[in-house]
């Protein structure tokens, strides 16, 4: 099966989860950069996993950070929210003096092969620190925290991530194709 990414912190917690046989776009020899113009998550998994179908299965993944106070955003557009290096810094400004802090992620697998077309869901909720906090991790971790930590303070929030929560759920689905 193909996973529809290059981003190697993603293969590694697929593979981890799903086993072998899981080739990346770069092993595979595919090039695919579809633009994520989708409104939802699903929308864009589903662009993803079209886009890089070469008649061998494939999953692509969409996630986001939806906060309630921003009204959902950054949500689709977390990659997109701003710069690199900015988009944490700027929620953190957005949420200056809120108290109401709650938040979520979420991701979406999408799973096609030619025939099926899956969908696979996982959350994580959270609140918006009024910090950076902790090393580990990547995009918006440093700010999300569960029981008080950040992710980017979890060494192993893979255990407990919205992305595992998905994959699990794929996981059952392939046990049963
Ligand atoms: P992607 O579409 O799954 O690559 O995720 C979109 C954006 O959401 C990424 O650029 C990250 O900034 C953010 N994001 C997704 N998942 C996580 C996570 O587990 N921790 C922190 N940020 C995340």
Redesign the pocket.
């Known amino acids: 099966m193909i996973a529809a990414?290059n981003?190697p912190g993603?293969l590694r917690e697929i593979r981890e989860i799903l086993g072998g046989g899981i080739i990346s776009l770069s092993e595979a020899g595919i090039v695919s950069e579809p633009v994520?113009d989708g409104l939802t998550?699903r929308d864009?998994a589903y662009i993803k996993a079209k886009a890089a179908f070469r008649n061998v299965p494939v999953i692509a993944?969409?996630?986001?950070?939806f906060i309630a106070a921003l009204d959902g955003a950054?949500g689709v557009n977390?990659?997109?929210?701003d710069v690199p290096g900015k988009?944490r810094g700027k929620v953190l400004k957005l949420l200056e003096g809120v108290t109401e802090r709650a938040a979520y992620?979420e991701?979406v697998i999408c799973y096609f092969d030619g025939v099926n077309t899956e969908f696979f869901t996982g959350r994580?909720d959270g609140v918006i620190a009024h910090e950076n906090r902790g090393e580990f991790?990547?995009?918006?971790?440093s700010i999300?925290e569960v029981d008080g930590l950040t992710?980017a303070e979890i060494p192993d929030?893979n255990k407990i991530?919205?992305?595992k929560k998905a994959l699990e759920k794929l996981k059952e689905y392939l046990e049963k194709l």
């Open positions: 990414t981003n993603k994520e998550l864009n993944d969409d996630s986001g950070l950054p977390s990659a997109r929210f988009r992620f991701t994580l991790g990547f995009g918006y971790d999300f992710l929030k991530s919205h992305r």
